[in-house]
């Protein structure tokens, strides 16, 4: 509980943070909408700041203290240290290149290139990237990054982990497309990472959660799913990151990079990969009375232990995420045979539903029931004392999926068309003057929160967020798109 003293100085420096925002900012009247010149310099301002004080060798963490000396990704963070995991360097390239591509202004694609630049300097030779890049030169020996120094031997261990090294390849795939695939640089990093993916695929198609080599084919056979004969109710400590991997979307990331590469370089050897695991998909549905998948399996194909609150079990949660790749991959292929789990899955997710409409994270093998753990740790049938760090039950997607699915059906398997392009409306409106309003004479979008380092009964402060960054620069991206938009159709109109 916050103390009165501690409630009363963070509402003191928030009516202060918006004073002295207010009185730097322009004042619109309720109704007066913002104009395309006052985006354009809210954009330039923020993007100012944003490269030349935060950035780190052209890299970003996930906050700062607004004085820039307190800082932190996922953990705790040096000045010499950028975060790949999003929303760190590659969200933020991201985030530039929507920028160059609504404005046309170079100096978006520049700002963009040098978060490629910082991406590239912590490629690791296994042709991927770690959560975090280090630039000390002294500790950047005991990594084995592909260059500055070169050749330096250490960890070297690529994650497919919560869109790690998906991300990275996004953004360097993207700006080598937007340089013309004329800076060499550019093109061999993202290169140099597409063939090391496709060369960690197991036999069956499925990807591990990190790698550090290709995988030797006669230790994976390719299996059917199946139930263990027996599975430990207490946390086995195996080493998973092998295991085949659908936890957080690990597979489904990498399906996507190799998809978009198919097409950014028009090789079919990308597509071939994504279909391949397609078909590890199709083979990773376990059989009745579950047919729906697993976090994670073993070389044998069975269900299998993690971190030791991931249990060998069905999980409501990946599955609706494997649900949504087969769509995708039968949208992108034209080929039918990824939509037949769905109709067995969904049937069998929809009558494991909660009794609130929700699904459990994880369901036994075989006999269904939803597990959960304790805040100890120990396996358990109540939900009364589960970790808070954790999800242990999913929102449903169900219904979604199945009017996707009912759609493709009818008619037919198509490639997914091109988003369409930002439409000038109220909410658009709306959010750009928040924008503009919000971002204080220094070129800073400042909230009042603790970075997760600071003591949980510290006083709140101003700090600097990278995905507030990220949402508030695409905002003005897409409100300038729209706006242009919309003038040339009137003009044409006349």
Same mark, same amino acid.
């Given at each position: 509980?916050?103390?009165? $003293?501690?409630?009363?100085?963070?509402?003191?420096?928030?009516?202060?943070?918006?004073?002295?925002?207010?009185?730097?900012?322009?004042?619109?009247? &309720?109704?007066?909408?913002?104009?395309? &010149?006052?985006?354009? !310099?809210?954009?330039?301002?923020?993007?100012?700041? =944003?490269?030349?004080?935060?950035?780190?060798?052209?890299?970003?963490? /996930?906050?700062?203290? !607004?004085?820039?000396?307190?800082?932190?990704?996922?953990?705790?963070?040096?000045?010499?240290?950028?975060?790949?995991?999003?929303?760190?360097?590659?969200?933020?390239?991201?985030?530039?290149?929507? !920028?160059?591509?609504?404005?046309? #202004?170079?100096?978006?694609?520049?700002? %963009?290139?040098?978060?490629?630049?910082?991406?590239?300097?912590?490629?690791?030779?296994?042709?991927?990237?770690?959560?975090?890049?280090?630039?000390?030169?002294?500790?950047?020996?005991?990594?084995?990054?592909?260059?500055?120094?070169?050749?330096?031997?250490? &960890?070297?261990?690529?994650?497919?982990?919560?869109?790690?090294?998906?991300?990275?390849?996004?953004?360097?795939?993207?700006?080598?497309?937007?340089?013309?695939?004329?800076? #060499?640089?550019? *093109?061999?990093?993202?290169?140099?990472?597409?063939?090391?993916?496709?060369?960690?695929?197991?036999?069956?198609?499925?990807?591990?959660? $990190?790698?550090?080599?290709?995988?030797?084919?006669?230790?994976? @056979?390719?299996?059917?799913?199946?139930?263990? #004969?027996?599975?430990?109710?207490?946390?086995?400590?195996?080493? /998973?990151?092998?295991?085949?991997?659908?936890?957080?979307?690990?597979?489904?990331?990498?399906?996507?990079?190799?998809?978009?590469?198919?097409?950014?370089?028009?090789?079919?050897?990308?597509?071939?990969? %994504?279909?391949? %695991?397609?078909?590890?998909?199709?083979?990773?549905?376990?059989? #009745?009375?579950?047919?729906?998948?697993?976090?994670?399996?073993?070389? $044998?194909?069975?269900?299998?232990?993690?971190?030791?609150?991931?249990?060998?079990?069905?999980?409501?949660?990946?599955?609706?995420?494997?649900?949504?790749?087969?769509?995708?991959?039968?949208?992108?292929?034209?080929?039918?045979?990824?939509?037949?789990?769905?109709?067995?899955?969904?049937?069998?997710?929809?009558?494991?539903?909660?009794?609130? +409409? $929700?699904?459990?994270?994880?369901?036994?093998?075989?006999?269904?029931?939803?597990?959960? =753990?304790?805040?100890?740790?120990?396996?358990?049938?109540?939900?009364?004392?589960?970790?808070? *760090?954790?999800?242990?039950?999913?929102?449903?997607?169900?219904?979604?999926?199945?009017?996707?699915?009912?759609?493709?059906?009818?008619?037919?398997?198509?490639? &997914?068309?091109?988003?369409?392009?930002?439409?000038?409306?109220?909410?658009?409106?709306?959010?750009?003057?928040?924008?503009?309003?919000?971002?204080?004479?220094? +070129?800073?979008?400042?909230?009042?929160?603790?970075?997760?380092?600071?003591? @949980?009964?510290?006083?709140? +402060?101003?700090?600097?967020?990278?995905?507030?960054?990220?949402?508030?620069?695409?905002?003005?991206?897409? =409100?300038?798109?729209?706006?242009?938009?919309?003038?040339?159709?009137?003009?044409?109109?006349?």
């Amino acid at each position: 509980m916050t103390s009165p $003293r501690c409630f009363a100085t963070a509402l003191f420096i928030a009516s202060w943070l918006f004073a002295s925002l207010a009185a730097a900012c322009p004042a619109f009247a &309720a109704d007066d909408p913002p104009e395309v &010149a006052e985006a354009l !310099a809210a954009m330039r301002s923020a993007t100012t700041f =944003f490269t030349r004080q935060v950035a780190t060798e052209g890299g970003y963490l /996930y906050a700062y203290s !607004a004085d820039l000396k307190r800082r932190e990704g996922e953990l705790p963070a040096t000045d010499t240290m950028v975060w790949v995991q999003p929303p760190g360097t590659p969200a933020v390239g991201m985030a530039y290149l929507r !920028a160059y591509e609504a404005t046309g #202004d170079d100096f978006y694609r520049q700002a %963009a290139r040098q978060t490629a630049e910082a991406l590239i300097k912590g490629q690791l030779r296994s042709g991927g990237w770690d959560y975090k890049i280090e630039f000390d030169p002294q500790l950047r020996k005991k990594i084995a990054y592909r260059v500055a120094p070169a050749g330096a031997e250490g &960890a070297n261990v690529t994650t497919l982990d919560d869109d790690t090294t998906q991300a990275a390849i996004r953004l360097l795939m993207r700006m080598d497309q937007a340089l013309g695939f004329k800076d #060499d640089t550019v *093109h061999e990093a993202a290169q140099y990472a597409l063939t090391s993916l496709v060369a960690a695929q197991y036999p069956n198609g499925a990807w591990p959660q $990190r790698y550090s080599q290709p995988p030797v084919a006669s230790e994976f @056979p390719v299996l059917k799913a199946r139930y263990p #004969d027996q599975w430990s109710r207490t946390w086995t400590r195996d080493k /998973y990151s092998s295991y085949y991997t659908f936890n957080d979307n690990a597979i489904g990331d990498v399906v996507a990079v190799v998809l978009e590469a198919a097409r950014v370089y028009d090789d079919s050897q990308y597509r071939r990969a %994504a279909e391949r %695991a397609g078909d590890f998909i199709l083979l990773a549905q376990m059989p #009745d009375p579950q047919p729906a998948w697993a976090q994670q399996y073993n070389a $044998r194909m069975e269900p299998a232990w993690a971190r030791k609150f991931e249990p060998p079990a069905i999980t409501g949660g990946e599955s609706q995420s494997v649900l949504i790749m087969l769509l995708l991959l039968a949208r992108e292929t034209g080929q039918s045979k990824y939509l037949e789990p769905v109709p067995r899955a969904l049937a069998y997710l929809n009558a494991s539903r909660l009794p609130d +409409g $929700r699904l459990a994270r994880f369901y036994e093998l075989r006999t269904n029931t939803p597990l959960y =753990f304790t805040r100890d740790y120990q396996l358990t049938e109540s939900d009364s004392d589960a970790p808070t *760090h954790y999800t242990f039950k999913m929102s449903g997607r169900l219904d979604n999926i199945q009017k996707e699915y009912d759609r493709l059906q009818k008619k037919g398997l198509k490639p &997914a068309q091109r988003a369409k392009p930002p439409q000038l409306g109220s909410d658009l409106t709306a959010r750009t003057k928040r924008a503009i309003t919000s971002l204080d004479d220094h +070129g800073r979008w400042l909230e009042t929160d603790r970075l997760k380092l600071d003591p @949980p009964d510290s006083t709140p +402060g101003p700090i600097i967020r990278s995905s507030t960054f990220i949402a508030n620069l695409r905002t003005l991206a897409d =409100f300038v798109e729209a706006s242009r938009a919309a003038a040339k159709h009137r003009d044409e109109r006349k």
